[in-house]
């Protein structure tokens, strides 16, 4: 990732909107802020980072000195707190798996977005974490998740937005999980199509 928070002038907040749905669970839409304040030195940042609300808010330590927008941190940590949740596995395990995936085997490619009613230039890096893990069989109906993030340097701080999608147990079912997040003035990119994924 590239530090794009020094060329902002603080303060000032980073608003996502974030929605989750599927057939697993009920969905719900909630909102996403990351508050950039001078650091002591008066440089930009120091984070103060506020995802979801109420029950749902991940709680995570403030950030004195950001670089980088850390709100794919905070997507990626509310993730595998719900993997936990959900598989009773390891979280850490889960962050090992999404860091190999994001070194090994990310596909990037250039895509159009929009945001405040223009068209941008981004990537979208790609990952699927389980998609050839030797121990997937213990979580198999939740192993065929892909992760999508939309970076730009077109918005501030750099990310456009993510999306998190467990994909049914059969082809053509519905998603059992889909998370999103988006920037304030963009919108969500249509899904890039799916990998053949091993199925259990």
């Given at each position: 990732m590239s530090e794009p928070l020094p060329t902002l002038?603080?303060?000032?907040?980073l608003s996502y909107r974030f929605q989750k749905s599927g057939s697993l669970e009920p969905g719900?839409?909630?909102?996403?802020?990351?508050?950039?304040?001078?650091?002591?030195?008066?440089?930009?940042?120091?984070?103060?980072?506020?995802?979801?609300?109420?029950?749902?808010?991940?709680?995570?330590?403030?950030?004195?000195q950001a670089k980088?927008?850390?709100?794919?941190?905070?997507?990626?940590e509310h993730d595998v707190r719900d993997m936990n949740r959900l598989t009773k596995g390891s979280a850490a395990y889960f962050r090992k798996r999404i860091r190999l995936a994001i070194a090994?085997?990310?596909?990037?490619r250039d895509v159009a977005l929009t945001y405040q009613g223009r068209t941008?230039?981004?990537?979208?890096?790609?990952?699927?974490?389980?998609?050839?893990?030797?121990t997937r069989q213990r979580y198999a109906r939740y192993a065929d998740k892909a992760y999508h993030f939309y970076v730009s340097d077109a918005v501030p701080g750099g990310i456009y937005g993510m999306r998190?999608?467990?994909?049914?147990?059969?082809?053509?079912e519905p998603p059992l999980i889909v998370?999103?997040?988006?920037i304030e003035g963009g919108s969500a990119p249509a899904e890039p199509p799916a990998k053949e994924t091993p199925r259990s």
């Amino acid at each position: 990732m590239s530090e794009p928070l020094p060329t902002l002038k603080p303060p000032l907040t980073l608003s996502y909107r974030f929605q989750k749905s599927g057939s697993l669970e009920p969905g719900f839409e909630d909102r996403v802020a990351i508050d950039l304040r001078a650091a002591a030195d008066g440089t930009c940042c120091a984070v103060v980072g506020r995802f979801l609300s109420g029950e749902r808010a991940v709680m995570l330590p403030d950030i004195e000195q950001a670089k980088s927008n850390p709100v794919l941190l905070y997507f990626l940590e509310h993730d595998v707190r719900d993997m936990n949740r959900l598989t009773k596995g390891s979280a850490a395990y889960f962050r090992k798996r999404i860091r190999l995936a994001i070194a090994d085997d990310a596909t990037v490619r250039d895509v159009a977005l929009t945001y405040q009613g223009r068209t941008i230039a981004g990537r979208l890096i790609e990952i699927e974490p389980y998609r050839n893990d030797p121990t997937r069989q213990r979580y198999a109906r939740y192993a065929d998740k892909a992760y999508h993030f939309y970076v730009s340097d077109a918005v501030p701080g750099g990310i456009y937005g993510m999306r998190s999608v467990m994909r049914g147990a059969t082809a053509g079912e519905p998603p059992l999980i889909v998370e999103q997040m988006f920037i304030e003035g963009g919108s969500a990119p249509a899904e890039p199509p799916a990998k053949e994924t091993p199925r259990s």
